[in-house]
């Protein structure tokens, strides 16, 4: 493979030696910054998902923002406004964090509808409207937003609709013992979660190779038989009786770009069975919805989308 393929390969290496026992999860974050998709972080506070995104944009030498979203944060918090200079009798743009290449998105569902939308449709457009003036932002643009799943008194659940806005929902777990015990030694040892730039972490890869690696991806290829297991899996996603709403067409795309991104980390240019079974947990957690009373069994969707790829037989 290339030295592009070399450079992620030892970014995933940088990141599993700040981030103790997250392999996975890290994996995954690489896959969807290599689909060019943006991330919901799902976990309780203190299992590191601030300090994920805020090594990953360090060791890739990326702008890094971050708003802590509350109920009282408004639209133009978050993409700028236009504010009269006496001096120079015009308006001067002032830019919001959203223009920026990496943006964590603190508790996005403590901030009310109206912002939400400001900022999906800036993840959708990868554009600023303000005053009529369409804004670009920058060309590696990426959010990753996370929410507390212990939280819900005052909080604005995001709906189905601007859900399958993200590509990924991750879900962040504890580690394990072996994990934990390592992350007490690094401490002990000097290492400081709030002074990275203390911390002797040196960058790795750059923006640049990021979306080199980005058009590598799509040069991935798919087997028209591969088309058609994931095409099945989507059909049978939405004739499940489990569930109210199945995989949609947007999904069906981003599960293809996902599992190119998948095989070209693993160091294939093609893709396999595999790759697709890989990346559909976090691909479709987010996207399929329960009937009410298989959520009163209660049933688990990743054990859904589980059922659903045993139904589906794998191509040869």
Do not use: C
């Not at 038989?225 to 049978?236: C, F, G, K």
């Not at 070209?264 to 987010?286: C, N």
Request: aromatic share 6%; proline share 6%.
């Amino acid at each position: 493979m290339s030295e592009t393929h070399s450079v992620l390969i030892r970014l995933g290496q940088g990141l599993n030696q700040v981030i103790v026992g997250q392999s996975n999860l890290i994996k995954q974050v690489l896959v969807a910054l290599l689909a060019g998709g943006h991330i919901i972080l799902e976990g309780v506070p203190g299992t590191g998902k601030t300090l994920l995104v805020k090594v990953l944009a360090q060791l890739i030498q990326a702008d890094f923002r971050r708003i802590q979203l509350t109920p009282d944060v408004l639209p133009s918090d978050i993409t700028g406004t236009n504010i009269f200079d006496l001096d120079s009798r015009n308006f001067i743009l002032k830019k919001g964090p959203v223009f920026t290449e990496v943006l964590l998105a603190d508790e996005i569902n403590r901030t009310p509808p109206k912002t939400q939308a400001a900022l999906l449709e800036s993840m959708e457009e990868m554009q600023v409207t303000l005053d009529g003036e369409s804004i670009p932002l920058p060309d590696l643009f990426w959010v990753i937003a996370t929410q507390n799943p212990l939280e819900f008194e005052g909080t604005y659940p995001l709906p189905e609709a601007q859900l399958d806005r993200f590509l990924f929902k991750l879900v962040v777990d504890y580690p394990d013992q072996a994990a934990e015990k390592q992350m007490l030694l690094n401490r002990q040892a000097g290492f400081a979660a709030r002074r990275l730039d203390i911390s002797r972490m040196k960058p790795i890869a750059t923006v640049a190779d990021i979306l080199h690696s980005r058009q590598a991806v799509k040069q991935v290829q798919v087997s028209e038989a591969i088309i058609d297991y994931l095409l099945a899996l989507v059909r049978t996603s939405r004739q499940y009786p489990d569930l109210a709403l199945g995989a949609s067409p947007r999904a069906a795309g981003a599960w293809l770009q996902t599992s190119q991104a998948a095989a070209w980390l693993a160091g294939r240019d093609f893709v396999t069975p595999d790759d697709v079974k890989a990346v559909a947990s976090p691909l479709l957690r987010h996207r399929l919805l329960l009937k009410p009373e298989s959520m009163l069994d209660g049933l688990q969707i990743d054990a859904v989308i589980a059922a659903v790829i045993n139904q589906v037989p794998v191509p040869r």
